[in-house]
């Protein structure tokens, strides 16, 4: 059962921001740390970001790191992918999810939300 609802993509041009959010379910939201994953057309689905339960520790993929920030607000149940400095290589779909150990997917996916970055 998916337990999480992604939202926020859209159309960018190279260098520009998007801020995804991803809103869960508060039983799902209140015990989990939380990633963000990605996948390009012909690629495998990979690692993004992730969170911490607490949001006191966060991890990236190298790819990303210094341009996407990771975040939550645990009143809202939901946490946020701040994307800056936008690449073509970024375009994907993203994907939420609650996590272990960083990157270990224990949920159910959902629909993901499409970014595309023209150059």
């Known amino acids: 059962q998916v337990q999480q609802v992604e939202s926020g993509g859209g159309l960018v041009q190279a260098g520009g921001s998007l801020r995804l959010s991803c809103a869960a379910s508060?039983?799902?939201?209140?015990?989990?740390?939380m990633g963000w994953f990605r996948q390009a057309p012909g690629k495998e689905r990979e690692f993004v970001a992730a969170?911490?339960?607490?949001?006191?520790?966060?991890y990236y993929a190298e790819s990303v790191k210094g341009r996407f920030t990771i975040s939550r607000d645990n009143a809202k149940n939901t946490v946020y992918l701040q994307m800056n400095s936008l690449k073509p290589e970024d375009t994907a779909v993203y994907y939420c999810?609650?996590?272990?150990?960083?990157?270990?997917?224990?949920?159910?996916w959902g629909r993901g939300t499409q970014v595309t970055v023209s150059s």
């Open positions: 999810n609650t996590v272990v150990g960083v990157d270990h997917v224990i949920g159910s």
């Open positions: 508060e039983r799902t939201f209140s015990r989990y740390a």
């Open positions: 969170i911490s339960l607490s949001g006191t520790s966060t």
